[in-house]
Structure formats: structure tokens, C-alpha cells
């Protein structure tokens, strides 16, 4: 045991002990190939683990079970779609809570916190409500391609101006952008509320659905829609995992050694805004992802983004398909919101991290 | 011989104030400048100008005959690496990460190489995995030092001397630390780098420096060689100190404030 105590005493004494980047990754492909699976077999309807190859159609069993109809209708149709979108949503949160922290540099940055989430909410509750009373398009057609737009469209709209707010001559001043981003996060509520107000029936129940988050409407077409921007998002941190790094030391100091920072800061901004933006648009607002899973994967792998980045995709998806196992499973048949969940574990987290900060406790 | 970095009549001047005030510098390749003044003398603004982190409101700065704001960032950091003056850390990288961070994109096994070297020139081998936040103030200074000897040694690499500028590296030294660094840029100096160091010290400036530019309320007031530069009548105008300049047994001047009463007195 003389080694762990060794580990736990150079730890505490500042040292950085991190396992190897193939290891982190395969452990958390692991993890996420785990929640995956439990994902499939409970719910609702369950299926036992001796059902499940079967119904995903993985070997042809000559006693076909009476029960492989409604399995496979189950798996997908409903279950398969539901949780690639929890894994899809999961990675895009963390990813942006990550990169949001990088570029402000302060671990408590966090878009759903600092009304980013909020912001492409209203901008898509906005869409339904102007769009379904003007032009009468039909719902189908908004929720998978325009509800997308108009969120990103929102989010980037909210995270130029608190940048602006936030950043004066190369200084961003944490304080003011957490403040900003509570301020910026109440106009959007007035404004979702204010649409609440104004909606018929039927575009209130679409509405309530993004104030509450939920992964229920997950389907293919969302599926669709979410890929193409999570890949696309996830090349682009390659460009700027570097940048990412560097910009600890400051802007000035970026400068000095050799980062675009113009470039960086616009390139972050866009990123964190789609990613933002296009989880918003099918699931609604879920916090705390982004500052839970960057926060704890720091502690254990270190800063350097290149690790970071593609590690919080992944946690992100492991925690995501997790919470919404529970949330439809924790009080079934009905339903939790999972916004709400991740809310009840990511918000203590938070104090705690406030608190850490304070110098009162030590985690 | 043309000038590694030439300043043309430069100055910053933001609201109202002149900051800086119509300053001429030219440094040459070898050469190690000492920029002193007192606090508000325009070193730090003057420091960042030659950087091309500021752009100067009037005049123009040249690095290698090419004015700095017409380098794409990656490109100037290749010619010229600067040491700020806070530089403050958040997130628990090492030591050696931060170090790393001055290498840039060159390839693994020279980066480490270099960071290695550079680790162990600033007496800092022993902490590379240690997390920077952890460290002290003057220990986080010489890891940054170590950056940037670092990201030096990669331009110079590729594209010959460089230049080097410092803003007060010694301000959280302890006193061995202090001469380690600045002898430290003295020895790249003499490898052919361009330094320029905002000094607090005038001692150390005295010992080390080619050649000492005198900063006082944003103007130029003296550029030459220890001797013409550092006297008790410029010290007792500028700096409103009284002191007494006397020589070592190698004839190395030194500089001795004098109290405005005599020590002990109420």
C-alpha cells in the first residue's frame, strides 16, 4: 500500500500524476459502451440481456420469441434513437462547457449557466411561435431544420455579447461575466415567458418541453441533424486544442507565442454557440453537463485540451445516457425531466466547486 | 549595420495622457539593452510597442526591416519572444506543460529537448511535474522564463538570432535567481540574440547591459553606456534619490542610495 500513500502524498504536494491518454479514452469508450447497454435493457418495456441480440437483429433466432416484434419496434424506434441523442447531446454540452472554460479560463464558465442555453431556448421557442402563427408550417418541418438555426442563431447572439460585456482590452473579468450571464439568462426567461403568454395550446406544450428538457422527442431525423455537427464540431477542437492551451497564460501572452487570439476567440465563440445551440434545439436546456465533466476530468487527466476535448465528448455521452436511463426509468412510467436531473446533481457540484474556490473546504 | 528591431519616433497615447513620447531605439543583433525609469516612466508600454502587442498611436516599428504589425502572429513569434510581467495561471498544468507551451509546433523529440535544457537552466528540473499554480511566485516566474528561452530557441532554429524581451524578470527573484536569469539573457545575448529588459535594478542593470536606455515620463532621457547613462546627477533628476556611484576592485560601477536623513534619525 506504501505506494498509493505515495501517489495520495505527492498529489497533495502539488504533483501531477496522470494515466496514459489510450487508457483514459478506452476507459471511457468502455463506460460508455456500458451505460449504453443498461440503456437498452431497462425502461419502460424491459428487455433482458438474452433478448438483446436478437431483437438488434446481431444473430437470426430460429425459436423466435414472441416478444421480437415489440422488441425490435421498441429498440428502433424509440430506444436506439433516444440514446444516440443522450450520447450525441452529452458530448456536445461537455465539449462546450470545456471550450467555453478554456477561452474565458476559469473552470465555472459554463454555457447553460451563463444563458448561452437560454438564449438559443428563446430564440427557438421564438421560432415556433412567430413561424406556426404566421406561415402555419408544419411542426415536422420546424423541429429539423429551423429550430437548429434559430437556437444556434440565439446561443451566438448571447455569447457575442457577453463577451463583450465580459472582455475589456484582453482582461475578461470572471465576475462580470458570470453576472452578465445571470442577467442576459433572466432577459431570455422574460422572453420565453413572455411567449408562453402569447402561445396557443399547442404551441405551449412545445415550448414547456424546452423549459424543462427532455430527451422524449428524440428520432431519427434529430439523429440526422445532430451527427453532422458533432463531427464537424469535433474536428474543429483539433484546430484549437493548442490555442486552447496557450491562452491560460492570458491574451497578451498567447500573443507572445504565436496564437491568432482574434482568430481563436472567433472560432471558440461559433463552436461553443452550434454546439450549444443544436443540443438546445432537441433536447432543450440541460445544465451542468458542461461544468461537471470538464471540472472532474481535470482533476484526473490535467488541462491540456488535445486530451481534454475528446475525453469530455465522451464522459459527456457516458453521463448524459445515464441520466436519461434514470429519468425515465427513476419514476416510471412517467418521465423526469432530465434537465431537472442533471440540475439536482450538477448544482451542489457547483456550490461545492464555489466553495473549493473560497479556500473553505477542501474536496 | 541594419538594426535587428528599429522603433521610428514611436508613441502611445491613450485618453489624453502621452504615454509614451516620440521615442527613437535602434537594437543591434549581440546586443543587451537595459530599459530603466521610474514607476511610470512608459518601460512597460514602450516594452509591449516593441513586441507588437501595443500598436504605437504615431511612428513605426521594424523587426528584421519588416514593420512587426505585417507578421502573422505564429511568424513573429518564431523572431521574437517576450517575457510579461503577471502572468497568471488557472487551470493545474505542470510545469513542464507550460514550458512545452514555448515550442510551438516544432517536433516532439526537439521540443523536449529543448524543454529539458531549458528546465534545467532556470534550476527547475527537479518540479517539471509538479502542477505551476502550486509553485511560488518566483518559481512560476522562472518556469515562464523557461517558455520563453524555449519558444527563443525554436525561432532561432529557423530563422537566426532573435529578440528577446523581458518586463521586470527578476521582480519575484530571490537574489541568486535574479543573477541566474539575467545572466542567463546576457549569455544569449552573446550567442547573437537582441535583448531588452525593463530592469528595476540598477545595479543589475549596470553590471549586465550594453548599453542602458533612461525612461522618464514617457520621453527618452538618456541612451548610451553604463557610464554616460547612470550618473548621480541623472539618478538624483530622474529617480529624485540621492546616491553615490563607487567602483569594485574589476572597476564594475555600483550604486549606493543615500538616505534623505541619516539612518536611526526619527
Not at chain 1, 475578461?172 to 422574460?190: H, Y
Not at chain 1, 491540456?304 to 419514476?331: C, Q
Not at chain 2, 514607476?39 to 516594452?47: E, R
Request: net charge neutral; with cysteine.
Amino acid at each position: 500500500m506504501t505506494a498509493v500513500t505515495d501517489a495520495g502524498a505527492k498529489r497533495r504536494s502539488g504533483y501531477a500524476l496522470r494515466p496514459p491518454a489510450s487508457l483514459t479514452l478506452l476507459c471511457l469508450l468502455a463506460a460508455l459502451a456500458g451505460a449504453a447497454l443498461v440503456a437498452l435493457t431497462v425502461g419502460a418495456a424491459g428487455i433482458p440481456l438474452t433478448r438483446l441480440p436478437a431483437a438488434l437483429g446481431l444473430w437470426a433466432d430460429a425459436s423466435a420469441s414472441p416478444t421480437l416484434a415489440r422488441d425490435q419496434l421498441v429498440l428502433w424506434s424509440i430506444r436506439i434513437p433516444r440514446i444516440g441523442a443522450a450520447a450525441m447531446i452529452g458530448a456536445l454540452l461537455a465539449a462546450s462547457g470545456a471550450i467555453m472554460q478554456g477561452l474565458f479560463r476559469n473552470p465555472l464558465a459554463d454555457p447553460a449557466l451563463v444563458g448561452v442555453s437560454s438564449g438559443g431556448a428563446f430564440a427557438a421557442a421564438a421560432a415556433i411561435v412567430i413561424t406556426d402563427s404566421q406561415i402555419g408550417q408544419s411542426l415536422h418541418f420546424l423541429q429539423n431544420q429551423l429550430l437548429p438555426i434559430a437556437a444556434f442563431a440565439g446561443s451566438l447572439l448571447t455569447t457575442i455579447i457577453l463577451y463583450s460585456i465580459a472582455s475589456r482590452s484582453g482582461r475578461t473579468s470572471i465576475a462580470i461575466f458570470l453576472l452578465a450571464g445571470i442577467a442576459i439568462a433572466a432577459i431570455a426567461n422574460a422572453g420565453i415567458g413572455l411567449l408562453v403568454f402569447i402561445a396557443d395550446d399547442r404551441q405551449l406544450r412545445d415550448i414547456t418541453f424546452w423549459l424543462l428538457g427532455s430527451l422524449s422527442g428524440a428520432t431519427w431525423p434529430k439523429l440526422a441533424t445532430l451527427a453532422p455537427v458533432l463531427a464537424c464540431t469535433a474536428i474543429a477542437c483539433v484546430s484549437i486544442a493548442r490555442g486552447l492551451d496557450v491562452i491560460v497564460l492570458g491574451e497578451a501572452e498567447a500573443f507572445h507565442s504565436g496564437v491568432d487570439v482574434e482568430r481563436l476567440k472567433r472560432i471558440s465563440i461559433v463552436l461553443v454557440s452550434a454546439m450549444t445551440g443544436v443540443a438546445v434545439s432537441v433536447c432543450g436546456v440541460v445544465g451542468f453537463v458542461g461544468i461537471v465533466v470538464p471540472h472532474l476530468l481535470r482533476l484526473v487527466i490535467g488541462p491540456a485540451h488535445r486530451l481534454l476535448l475528446p475525453a469530455s465528448m465522451l464522459l459527456g455521452a457516458v453521463l448524459l445516457v445515464g441520466a436519461d436511463t434514470l429519468a425515465r426509468t427513476i419514476v416510471a412510467p412517467a418521465e423526469m425531466p432530465i434537465g431537472i436531473l442533471t440540475a439536482a446533481v450538477g448544482a451542489p457540484f457547483f456550490l461545492a466547486m464555489l466553495l473549493r474556490q473560497r479556500g473553505l473546504v477542501s474536496l | 549595420m541594419s538594426a535587428l528591431l528599429e522603433a521610428q519616433s514611436v508613441s502611445m497615447m491613450v485618453g489624453g495622457a502621452t504615454l509614451v513620447d516620440n521615442i527613437d531605439l535602434r537594437v543591434q543583433a549581440g546586443e543587451m539593452v537595459a530599459i530603466v525609469g521610474p514607476n511610470g516612466a512608459g518601460k512597460s508600454t514602450l516594452l509591449r510597442m516593441l513586441s507588437g502587442d501595443l500598436r504605437p498611436t504615431k511612428g513605426r516599428i521594424e523587426l528584421k526591416q519588416r514593420d512587426i504589425h505585417g507578421y502573422p502572429p505564429r511568424l513573429l513569434a518564431q523572431h521574437r519572444a517576450m517575457l510579461s510581467q503577471h502572468v497568471n495561471v488557472t487551470f493545474p498544468f505542470t510545469v513542464e506543460e507550460i514550458v512545452h507551451m514555448g515550442a510551438g509546433d516544432s517536433g516532439r523529440a526537439t521540443a523536449q529537448r529543448l524543454v529539458d535544457a531549458a528546465l534545467a537552466e532556470v534550476d527547475l528540473a527537479h518540479f517539471s511535474q509538479r502542477q505551476l499554480p502550486t509553485l511560488s511566485g518566483g518559481e512560476q516566474q522562472r518556469a515562464h522564463f523557461a517558455r520563453v528561452l524555449v519558444q527563443l530557441a525554436c525561432g532561432e532554429a529557423q530563422h537566426g538570432p532573435g529578440l528577446l524581451l523581458l518586463d521586470e524578470p527578476t521582480s519575484s527573484l530571490d537574489m541568486r535567481h535574479q543573477i541566474d536569469l539575467v545572466e542567463i539573457a546576457k549569455q544569449r545575448a552573446q550567442n547573437g540574440t537582441a535583448v531588452i529588459a525593463v530592469l528595476h535594478d540598477l545595479n543589475l542593470a549596470m553590471r549586465f547591459a550594453d548599453r542602458i536606455v533612461l525612461l522618464h515620463r514617457g520621453r527618452l532621457a538618456v541612451d548610451g553606456g553604463r557610464a554616460e547613462a547612470i550618473t548621480a546627477e541623472t539618478i538624483r533628476r530622474i529617480f529624485e534619490v540621492d546616491v553615490r556611484i563607487d567602483y569594485t576592485d574589476q572597476g564594475v560601477p555600483f550604486l549606493l542610495p543615500q538616505t534623505m536623513r541619516p539612518v536611526g534619525a526619527p
